[in-house]
């Protein structure tokens, strides 16, 4: 893994984990820098969260050069080795990955059997303007990382409607503090936005999982249409199973959008499952708590994109 002269620093043993975080932006108010500096300062003191900000210097990929590439992509093989995890943000430009994460990623992926990604855990996260939370760029990121040899983490993380989503420091605006009315002289109107959250989970037979990206990712497609539809966690939790957490802006929007979504539940994910899928729960939530836990998922557009 070293270069001519170089030689390839491993992750430091003991301490908080070193988290290497990549935004596939190169935008200066890019939404997923602003995401990933939101997450470095939510992160747990058991963690170091490290920004990466090499992406625009590197060269082209060119096998030619594959052996001697230059100090840009030695820096972002030796950030790399020396993280215990990769933290990636993209967003999604013209329905895909945009092409200098790609490039970075081609570049780490040599040598391939013995690149600095191989075995190392990377998490993948978005965000977009779109409904969509940027999750086809997302999926065809965790494509590539496995192809790589990564291990990609399956839990979905994406930031829908991003314009929104921060105030005028860069934080997140759920998490920032708004005036409350003193003790006593409480105005309902001043609370924190609600949302109807909806919890299911769905149990999938595996063999059958490992090609379903498709049908996942039209069905969560069908959802990012329906009016009130704010957006979704996903969570692996194993064994075939997932639990989703479907959030709509009202309750009315709610039921109107789950009874629109059957027919495509039926056609797309029933096939897929090895058992029906269960509600688990049904309320209101609301969204200042919601962002604490982490940003919402949804998915795909046909052509969402960052503003560039």
């Not at 820096?75 to 200098?100: C, F, M, V």
């Not at 006593?184 to 109107?189: F, H």
């Not at 049908?215 to 075939?240: K, T």
């Not at 039921?255 to 049904?282: C, F, I, K, N």
């Amino acid at each position: 893994m070293s270069q001519p002269g170089h030689e390839i620093t491993a992750p430091q043993s003991g301490g908080p984990m070193r988290v290497l975080c990549i935004s596939g932006s190169l935008r200066r108010d890019s939404y997923n820098r602003k995401l990933l500096s939101a997450a470095s300062g939510l992160a747990p003191p058991t963690a170091e969260l490290v920004q990466w900000g090499g992406l625009k210097a590197l060269p082209p990929f060119d096998e030619d050069d594959e052996h001697t590439p230059g100090p840009a992509v030695f820096a972002l093989r030796e950030a790399i080795a020396r993280a215990d995890a990769l933290l990636i943000a993209t967003p999604q430009y013209n329905a895909s990955l945009p092409g200098q994460l790609k490039n970075a990623l081609d570049w780490a992926s040599r040598p391939y059997e013995t690149n600095v990604l191989r075995g190392k855990p990377v998490a993948v996260i978005g965000a977009s303007p779109s409904p969509s939370g940027a999750a086809r760029s997302q999926a065809e990121a965790r494509t590539v990382l496995a192809a790589i040899g990564a291990d990609v983490l399956d839990t979905q993380l994406a930031l829908a409607r991003a314009h929104e989503q921060f105030d005028s420091y860069g934080q997140l605006a759920a998490d920032t503090p708004s005036p409350r009315p003193p003790s006593g002289d409480a105005n309902p109107n001043q609370e924190d936005s609600s949302m109807y959250a909806i919890l299911r989970r769905n149990s999938y037979d595996a063999t059958k999982l490992a090609h379903a990206e498709p049908a996942l990712a039209e069905f969560q497609a069908m959802h990012a249409a329906q009016p009130g539809y704010c957006g979704s966690i996903v969570v692996d939790i194993g064994d075939g199973q997932r639990v989703a957490v479907n959030l709509w802006a009202t309750e009315r929007d709610a039921a109107a959008g789950q009874t629109a979504l059957v027919p495509h539940l039926r056609r797309l994910l029933e096939p897929l499952m090895s058992g029906p899928s269960q509600l688990v729960g049904a309320g209101e939530v609301v969204a200042s708590d919601l962002a604490r836990s982490g940003p919402t998922t949804d998915q795909p557009s046909a052509t969402t994109q960052e503003q560039p």
